[in-house]
């Protein structure tokens, strides 16, 4: 089995979907692993210690493809010129919206693997690519914030004075949102947040801020089976808007994190609501690659309304690319792993395997997979 790790095209994507650490394993299932030169770079990782951990350096993208089984990149290729009829691609694919990019795919007879729609389920935890992206995003839109806010976060008691702490609303408490918490709480800030599910409540506390939301009986039933939020009814959202309007205006940082998959991302705060802050505060729109949850917020750019800052870097994770490679190629590794068979050391593609079947989207010339075109494969349940 022949493995390529490809350099990402974008300038916007510092990340690589490999490191030294997963190719030495990858080694030790038998895999040939050829790294395009300079794939690393923008994660501060030479061609040469990609070469010591075993990988063969191609110094060009079609040499890096020549004879590849599986195809690894952060984000879906945009052309397929080179790539091997049969080849496995896994990255995150981005699906919703492109449907035209898959059925290039499909055409390039490649079997694509989103990594995005890696299922819940436990045996797939490490794996989840999204909570471990999102996991360094709430990270640093913290720091991020701190950078543009011009003052302190913690509490400072000096003889000429004390400086009060800044107070953080964290809008959407997933795993960004949690983390985002627990940094900002380590910095010294005053931290509240606010959630449509029930069980983030609980969570928030766990990590010392304050839960603030309409606690109403629409809200106690606000769950997907899943784990992610469910989208609220025009009349909850009214209701949760009044209290966050009436919230915001005290803060000092805010930053938002919610998404749900497919969908553009629900508005939170409008333009009342930025007006509303203090001058020199500051908004972080972790939600801004779906159209963002701020209103006035610009992708890659930040922009200062109402004398209030907002930011929307869409690859946040991508910020600390050193550490959000080291996450991803483990979760890429994990990924691949299962599906390479012992004794032939080849991928093998069991289409009937939960998480297979779940990611899966284009194969055998066709797309396959249910939500975008193809026909279901019956899987078995899992937990």
Do not use: C, W
């Amino acid at each position: 089995m022949r493995i390529a790790v490809l350099k990402e095209p974008r300038d916007d994507e510092p990340r690589v979907a490999a490191t030294p650490e997963s190719i030495k394993k990858f080694k030790t299932l038998g895999a040939d692993v050829v790294v395009e030169s300079g794939a690393g770079a923008g994660s501060s990782l030479a061609d040469e210690v990609f070469a010591e951990a075993g990988a063969d350096i191609a110094q060009s993208r079609q040499a890096a493809l020549q004879g590849a089984d599986v195809v690894l990149t952060v984000r879906r290729p945009e052309e397929f010129s080179g790539f091997p009829e049969g080849a496995a691609v896994v990255s995150l694919m981005d699906p919703y919206g492109h449907e035209e990019a898959l059925k290039k795919m499909a055409e390039a007879k490649l079997s694509g693997f989103a990594l995005e729609l890696i299922p819940r389920i436990t045996r797939a935890q490490s794996m989840d690519v999204l909570s471990s992206q999102a996991n360094l995003a709430g990270y640093r839109a913290v720091i991020e914030a701190a950078e543009a806010y011009g003052r302190a976060l913690p509490m400072m008691m000096t003889a000429a004075g004390t400086v009060p702490a800044a107070r953080v609303f964290v809008m959407g408490a997933g795993v960004a949102g949690l983390q985002a918490i627990a940094t900002a709480k380590r910095l010294g800030a005053v931290v509240t947040a606010t959630d449509v599910r029930p069980a983030a409540k609980e969570q928030v506390e766990s990590l010392g801020g304050k839960f603030i939301a309409v606690e109403d009986e629409e809200f106690k039933a606000a769950e997907t089976a899943g784990g992610y939020a469910k989208e609220m009814s025009a009349e909850y959202r009214a209701k949760q808007a009044e209290l966050v309007r009436e919230h915001i205006a005290k803060q000092d940082i805010v930053i938002t994190t919610a998404l749900i998959p497919g969908r553009p991302a629900p508005k939170l705060v409008d333009a009342e609501m930025v007006k509303s802050m203090k001058d020199g505060s500051v908004v972080v729109d972790l939600a801004v690659e779906r159209g963002g949850n701020v209103e006035g917020v610009e992708a890659d750019k930040q922009v200062v309304k109402d004398n209030v800052t907002l930011i929307g870097i869409v690859n946040m994770a991508g910020q600390i690319a050193a550490s959000a490679s080291a996450l991803l190629a483990r979760n890429i590794y994990a990924f691949v792993e299962p599906m390479v068979d012992k004794e032939t050391k080849a991928l093998s593609i069991n289409r009937e395997d939960q998480i297979v079947a779940a990611t899966l989207l284009t194969h055998g010339g066709a797309v396959v997979h249910p939500q975008f075109g193809g026909e279901p494969v019956n899987a078995p349940n899992e937990k």
